[in-house]
Nanobody, 124 residues
């Protein structure tokens, strides 16, 4: 089992920045692909970004490409999501997820472990 705990969410004005962190514990050995997803009220959970175990490969949704950066520090078992140029439409609960595979996937159902989520609110 892998436990994931997100932090760093909050309220920010449009154009501002936030840095989310996801700390993993438990059975953290292994080649986990890590991802971030967002879920706005009344909407399905959507893919935001993913990063390979080595950190060499990153993937982004079109809506965040160029604004968000995913990174990981395996020594600290932590994944980050740097969110810049935030927009009101980025408002959502952001979830960290781990996939027990070295292959990236943008579908939430393909991830095995999830955090509890952290709220990001962007005011206009």
């Amino acid at each position: 089992q892998v436990q994931l705990v997100e932090s760093g969410g909050g309220l920010v004005q449009a154009g501002g920045s936030l840095r989310l962190a996801c700390a993993a514990s438990g059975r953290t050995t292994g080649s986990y692909t890590m991802g971030w997803f967002s879920q706005a009220p009344g909407k399905e959970r959507e893919f935001v970004a993913a990063i390979s175990w080595s950190g060499c490969s990153t993937y982004y949704s079109d809506s965040v490409k160029g604004r968000f950066t995913i990174s990981r520090d395996n020594a600290k078992n932590t994944v980050y999501l740097q969110m810049n140029s935030l927009k009101p439409e980025d408002t959502a609960v952001y979830y960290c997820a781990a996939r027990s595979s070295s292959y990236y996937h943008a579908t939430a159902g393909k991830y095995d472990y999830w955090g509890q989520g952290t709220q990001v609110t962007v005011s206009s």
